[in-house]
């Protein structure tokens, strides 16, 4: 349990049983439980700068107390209050506490899912030609305030207000593909959405509606007499029961989402597994099996120098497990190149050349990673992060590592410059650990000031993306 209450950081005082704080983004959310006294509920709103007959007021008009604290959310069953966490103030010593407090963070935030598809009992949310995504909740009678809240507007309690139309309300939301959590707010009571099937709980245990932003539809065509097709793929780890295509009066389709990535995929028709009759794209998986292939996103070419005693390349990385086979380049005049699609990331790979010594570093990349006799090429896509180690006299080397390489003990080898060293890498969306490996030795990021005790008496710095 945390030792935080109200964090001003001034006054510090041990959480009680139905006080939960959270990080969500860049705000700091403290949960009451309204079952508590209304003498301990009086007493943690004061700590706040709220009085309690102020909490209806503040939730919409949105004023905020002198502490900074809003009241996020009016549910039946707890008090939402939030601030930003570029308010919390303290002596140093205290942030000893904020830093515990974010490396304890579960918040319910975008979901990072490989595929999903919606499933309604109603038309609930509809894809309109625009490109913007139409959420629609029927409510009985004649409310006085309807919102939609979710993980597209830092759930919001206010932000997104919906309009009445015939038969309840409606609005329109311009999403990315992906996974979204919302809930509707009606009378600032919180509500699943009672038309849609798919849920997932969130930080607090409780339940959040989903909706999957489609960016692929699979169809086959045909096999109209069959019982069920359903596909199994890369991206679902094989799994042959978790992807159901429904019936159309010319075959089977289902509308998803599918991270970007070139993906492997079979149909199974009544049992048996084929390859996509209208996807010309096959390749063998090594052995003796044929798969289809299909892929979202922007192409990578890789490339391999010509060599006259090559007889055939493949490419083999972590983006398809390390298949020794599946990938055979092209040969040009020029070399040999494989066109590819990958997803933001950050992917270890290398050549395997027959006629000449296998499994070959990428002469033209100079990023690698792994122990000298084992290396790997490193490559990254979509960068957007970049890591620096100031220059030192007499340093050889700077690596980094963390939880975006798997803390691997070798690390990312960083490029040296003038003023020290320097690597872009992909992080994802939330926190990521790190430590600089400097000529051997593990450090934490001297530039940075957040970091977390780790299992081995030392520290982690900390990383943040939104």
């Given amino acids: 349990m945390l030792s935080i209450l109200c964090l001003g950081l001034n006054k510090v005082k041990a959480q009680s049983e139905g006080i939960e704080y959270k990080i969500i983004g860049t705000d700091l959310f403290c949960s009451i439980d309204k079952s508590l006294p209304a003498a301990t509920i009086d007493s943690v709103l004061g700590t706040c700068g709220i009085k309690l007959e102020d909490l209806e007021g503040m939730l919409w008009d949105g004023n905020a107390s002198p502490d900074d604290w809003v009241v996020s959310a009016l549910e039946p069953s707890r008090i939402v209050l939030k601030k930003p966490l570029h308010s919390l103030k303290g002596k140093p010593g205290d942030q000893k506490e904020l830093m515990q407090l974010l490396s304890d963070e579960k918040a319910a935030k975008v979901p990072n899912v490989a595929f999903g598809y919606n499933e309604f009992h109603l038309p609930a949310i509809t894809e309109l030609e625009n490109g913007l995504s139409r959420f629609f909740i029927k409510v009985e009678g004649s409310p006085q305030t309807v919102f939609i809240s979710g993980t597209f507007n830092n759930w919001s309690t206010s932000s997104h207000p919906m309009e009445p139309c015939d038969s309840g309300y409606f609005i329109d939301l311009r999403l990315e593909a992906g996974a979204h959590l919302y809930k509707y707010i009606v009378n600032g009571y919180w509500f699943l959405d009672p038309r849609n099937k798919v849920r997932r709980h969130d930080w607090e245990g409780n ?111 972590n983006f398809n497990l390390w298949n020794p086979d599946e990938l055979e380049m092209l040969a040009t005049d020029s ?48 960068a957007n992060h970049h890591f620096f180690f100031p220059a030192k006299k007499g340093l050889e080397e700077v690596r980094v590592a963390g939880d975006f390489n798997g803390w691997n003990e070798w690390g990312l080898k960083m490029e040296r410059r003038k003023d020290g ?46």
Avoid at 349 to 364: K, N, S
Avoid at 428 to 453: A, M, S
């Fill in 335 to 382: 070399g040999w190149v494989l066109p590819y699609v990958l997803a933001a990331g950050n992917y270890e790979y290398r050549f395997r050349v027959e006629g000449i010594a296998d499994w070959q570093l990428d002469p033209m990349n100079p990023l690698t990673i792994g122990p000298y006799e084992n290396r790997n090429s490193a490559l990254v896509v979509g």
């Fill in 207 to 317: 339940e959040n509606s989903v909706y999957y932003k489609p960016n692929h539809v699979f169809r086959l065509r045909n096999f109209t007499e069959a019982s069920w097709v359903n596909l199994a793929a890369s991206f679902n780890g094989w799994n042959e029961a978790n992807f159901s295509l429904a019936r159309t009066p010319w075959g089977w389709e289902r509308e998803c989402y599918v991270q970007e990535g070139t993906h492997a995929y079979k149909f199974i028709v009544d049992g048996e597994w084929i390859t996509d009759p209208d996807n010309e794209v096959i390749r063998s998986d090594g052995d003796g099996h044929q798969n289809s292939f299909m892929a979202v996103g922007d192409t990578f070419y890789f490339y391999f120098p010509r060599n006259r005693d090559a007889k055939k390349v493949v490419v083999s990385g």
């Fill in 421 to 466: 060293w320097h690597a872009d890498v992909y992080l994802p969306k939330g926190k990521t650990r790190y430590k600089f490996i400097v000529d051997g030795e593990w450090e934490k990021d001297p530039k940075n000031p957040l970091f977390e005790p780790n299992e081995y008496g030392g520290f982690n710095s900390i990383v943040w993306r939104q």
